[in-house]
C-alpha cells in the first residue's frame, strides 16, 4: 500500500535527481564560458587579432626607453628642428590604431552577448551622440576680437 509521504519522498528524490542533474550541466557551462581554448576552436581568427591588439595595446602602455631612443634616431627633422615622424612610424601608428579598435569591437560584441543590458545602454549613447551631431553649431565670428 503507497502512502502519501512514500509519494513525497519519491518526488522529493525525483526532484533531487533532476537538480543534480542541472548542476552538472550548469559547471560544464560555465567551465567553457573561462576556457579560452574553446573560444580559440570557435573562432580562431579572432582570438589571434585579439591576441595581437591586446600585445599591441600592452607593448604601448609598457614601451621600452630603449625602443624610443632608437626610434628617435631614425626621425628627421624640419627647418625649425621639430621632429617629423617617418612614413613607417605614421603607418604603424594608423595600423595600431586600427587594430585596437577591431579589438574594441569585437569585445563590445562579445560583452553585449553577455550582457544584453550593455548593448542597449552602448547603443543608447550611440544615438545621443549622433543627435549631438546632428544639431547645428552655433556661428562663432573669427573677427570678434578686433570689433
Same mark, same amino acid.
Given at each position: 500500500? /503507497?502512502?502519501?509521504? #512514500?509519494?513525497?519522498? %519519491?518526488?522529493?528524490?525525483?526532484?533531487?535527481?533532476?537538480?543534480?542533474?542541472?548542476? =552538472?550541466?550548469?559547471?560544464? +557551462?560555465?567551465?567553457?564560458?573561462?576556457?579560452?581554448?574553446?573560444?580559440?576552436? $570557435?573562432?580562431?581568427? =579572432?582570438? @589571434? &587579432?585579439?591576441?595581437? &591588439?591586446?600585445?599591441?595595446?600592452?607593448?604601448?602602455? =609598457?614601451?621600452?626607453?630603449?625602443?624610443?631612443?632608437?626610434?628617435?634616431?631614425?626621425? $628627421?627633422?624640419?627647418?625649425?628642428?621639430?621632429?617629423?615622424?617617418? /612614413?613607417?612610424? #605614421?603607418?604603424?601608428?594608423?595600423?595600431?590604431?586600427?587594430?585596437?579598435?577591431?579589438?574594441?569591437? +569585437?569585445?563590445?560584441?562579445?560583452?553585449?552577448? @553577455?550582457?544584453?543590458?550593455?548593448?542597449?545602454? /552602448?547603443?543608447?549613447?550611440?544615438?545621443?551622440?549622433?543627435?549631438?551631431?546632428? +544639431?547645428? %553649431?552655433?556661428?562663432?565670428?573669427?573677427?570678434?576680437?578686433?570689433?
Amino acid at each position: 500500500m /503507497i502512502t502519501h509521504s #512514500d509519494v513525497l519522498e %519519491r518526488e522529493i528524490a525525483d526532484e533531487h535527481e533532476a537538480l543534480a542533474e542541472n548542476l =552538472t550541466v550548469l559547471e560544464g +557551462q560555465a567551465k567553457d564560458l573561462v576556457d579560452w581554448r574553446a573560444y580559440v576552436r $570557435k573562432s580562431p581568427l =579572432t582570438m @589571434v &587579432g585579439v591576441a595581437l &591588439g591586446s600585445g599591441l595595446l600592452i607593448s604601448a602602455i =609598457t614601451g621600452s626607453t630603449r625602443s624610443h631612443s632608437r626610434a628617435k634616431s631614425v626621425r $628627421k627633422y624640419d627647418a625649425d628642428g621639430n621632429e617629423e615622424p617617418s /612614413i613607417a612610424h #605614421d603607418a604603424w601608428e594608423i595600423f595600431k590604431g586600427a587594430v585596437i579598435g577591431a579589438a574594441a569591437s +569585437q569585445l563590445t560584441s562579445y560583452v553585449t552577448n @553577455v550582457l544584453p543590458e550593455f548593448g542597449a545602454h /552602448i547603443e543608447s549613447l550611440r544615438h545621443e551622440k549622433a543627435a549631438a551631431r546632428r +544639431q547645428p %553649431r552655433p556661428v562663432t565670428s573669427m573677427n570678434a576680437d578686433t570689433e
